[in-house]
């Protein structure tokens, strides 16, 4: 009896073990608040600053976009200018309607070994849709973890996204400027806490969902028709 008794509990001590080194994969932030960052384009309107808190505060993230068809299209730099280090990018392709998204300067990086994660949009027939992307980034033992941005398809005149991660809890949200907003591109929001790693996929990733779909990139994915337009 004592020796069954004593496995049972050894059993449930396991359980409870190996249940709470699953919840502990991803690092979890302090605190639950949420960090603001603000978009403001530059005079050419094709790059942009991203201010914490204020437009006053000094820019702690640069975007950056090109045309190019063979680099990457969309780069993230910390700091305020195209001369700050690059720490995200988004390379798309006339092939997939998926993209790219990678870590760190790519132009450092060889060729044939880029550090690309995919960041999946979901097909269906509209031109704006839900996305998925996993990494390694905030996680204590290396597990990958997914997260997935959801569009508020109510929102007509702005792009609203929420992303939420695998337990369902919202670590970042984004809001474009809106239509006719010509200063300001949109507002993104990040869990305070985070990885820095995984802030800057969160914040590169939503860059690219909102350049794509509100700045003429739609084009470049793959499954983009002029019916899927219309609708």
């Not at 720490?87 to 392709?93: D, P, Q």
């Not at 690309?116 to 031109?127: A, I, S």
């Amino acid at each position: 009896m004592c020796t069954t008794a004593t496995s049972q509990v050894g059993n449930l001590l396991d359980s409870r073990a190996s249940a709470d080194q699953n919840v502990h994969n991803i690092v979890e932030p302090a605190v639950t608040g949420f960090k603001k960052y603000l978009m403001y384009f530059t005079v050419s309107r094709f790059n942009a600053r991203l201010h914490l808190g204020s437009k006053m505060n000094p820019a702690t993230y640069y975007f950056e976009t090109s045309v190019s068809q063979s680099a990457p299209q969309f780069l993230l730099r910390r700091g305020d200018s195209k001369m700050a280090p690059m720490v995200n990018f988004v390379k798309l392709s006339n092939s997939s309607r998926h993209a790219l998204l990678g870590k760190g300067d790519f132009t450092k990086q060889p060729e044939e070994q880029p550090v690309f994660e995919e960041l999946r949009r979901d097909q269906n027939l509209v031109h704006r849709s839900d996305y998925q992307f996993g990494t390694t980034e905030g996680s204590v033992t290396g597990r990958r973890a997914e997260f997935y941005w959801r569009k508020n398809k109510e929102a007509r005149l702005k792009t609203v996204y929420d992303c939420l991660d695998e337990n369902g809890r919202v670590v970042a949200k984004f809001f474009s400027g809106g239509a006719l907003n010509w200063r300001k591109g949109a507002e993104i929001e990040v869990l305070e806490g985070l990885d820095q790693g995984l802030e800057g996929f969160l914040i590169m990733s939503a860059l690219a969902i909102w350049a794509s779909e509100g700045r003429g990139f739609r084009s470049l994915f793959s499954g983009f028709s002029n019916g899927d337009k219309r609708n």
